[in-house]
């Protein structure tokens, strides 16, 4: 069992910044996937960004690149999503998810049913 606990959202202005974390606990990967996706309020959870443990390769969804980072600090265990410039269409609860195995393809690990981990969400809320 891995428990992934998310902080750091909160309200912010169009083109502040936020950083979230996301610490895991529990049984340690020594490779996988580690992601956040998005919810908004009516709409669909989505993908935003994933990071592999192992090696630290990142990817992200169209709408956020150039403007969000995610990165890891192994000695953690945990996840950061750097968030700048942000929009009011980015405002929605974020959740940190984990999987033990390394997805690769963009239609596997922007998946959510791949993750079998979640952590609680954290509200992001960026005002016009």
């Known amino acids: 069992q891995v428990q992934l606990v998310e902080s750091g959202g909160g309200l912010v202005t169009a083109g502040g910044s936020l950083r979230l974390s996301c610490a895991a606990s529990?049984?340690?990967?020594?490779?996988?996937?580690m992601a956040w996706f998005r919810q908004a309020p009516g709409l669909e959870r989505e993908f935003v960004s994933r990071?592999?443990?192992?090696?630290?390769?990142?990817a992200y969804r169209d709408s956020v690149k150039g403007r969000f980072t995610i990165s890891v600090d192994k000695a953690k265990s945990t996840v950061y999503l750097q968030m700048g410039s942000l929009k009011p269409e980015d405002t929605a609860v974020y959740y940190c998810?984990?999987?033990?195995?390394?997805?690769?393809?963009?239609?596997?690990?922007?998946?959510?049913?791949?993750?079998?981990?979640w952590g609680q969400g954290t509200q992001v809320t960026v005002s016009s």
């Open positions: 998810a984990a999987t033990a195995s390394s997805l690769i393809g963009t239609s596997t690990y922007s998946n959510d049913q791949r993750y079998p981990y």
């Open positions: 990071i592999y443990w192992l090696n630290g390769g990142t």
């Open positions: 529990g049984r340690t990967f020594s490779s996988g996937t």
